[in-house]
């Protein structure tokens, strides 16, 4: 017999910013002051940014929090670090970001990262915004949005070893005694 499907995705709202940041620090860690200027962005009607959350249904408790942007070349060359990285990528006028998606643990493998992934591409589409790029965390020992990035459509453009520390992006990780250590992979797709 089938578990139930027992989460929504709906749009981030003010009283989500206190799970959603709690959930963030412990699945990614990260700087506290980054966590609120995404939240603050997605709340904001006027920002490009968007905000999600997974909310089990029917008691509506936060198990899972992604986020989006958009932005031109300049903007996206700054956030996946391509300047300290050396790397060469062409990008659109206006590309999406596939900035982050945490999934509380024992919530993991029960179709919310492909739900944010789905809800995201369907963003971009209907902003008309031609690529989206992201960045997939090599979580040691546990499921990493690599699988999920491939899944829809992404190509792995780069594998970074020490990403987070040659970037500057991740002052603090989950994983890794002081400065984080972990590998990433760089992704990007057309938006159809």
Not at 78 to 95: H, K, S
Request: hydrophobic share 40%.
């Amino acid at each position: 017999m089938s578990q139930a499907v027992s989460f929504t995705l709906r749009p981030l709202k003010a009283p989500d910013a206190a799970p959603a940041r709690r959930l963030w620090s412990e699945r990614f860690g990260g700087d506290p002051s980054t966590q609120t200027k995404w939240i603050e962005a997605a709340l904001n009607p006027g920002h490009t940014a968007a905000g999600f959350v997974a909310v089990t249904f029917p008691d509506g408790e936060v198990v899972g929090v992604s986020f989006l942007d958009v932005g031109g070349p300049a903007y996206i060359r700054e956030y996946l670090g391509l300047g300290e990285l050396d790397l060469q990528v062409p990008f659109a006028d206006r590309n999406g970001v596939f900035h982050l998606s945490c999934v509380r643990a024992d919530w993991e493998g029960r179709g919310i990262g492909s739900a944010f992934y789905e809800r995201r591409l369907a963003v971009l589409a209907d902003r008309n915004v031609p690529r989206a790029v992201g960045i997939a965390w090599h979580r040691p020992a546990d499921v990493d949005s690599r699988a999920l990035f491939e899944k829809h459509g992404f190509t792995r453009l780069a594998t970074v070893e020490r990403y987070y520390s040659r970037t500057g992006t991740r002052p603090n990780c989950p994983r890794c005694t002081g400065t984080c250590l972990c590998t990433a992979s760089l992704y990007d797709r057309a938006i159809a």
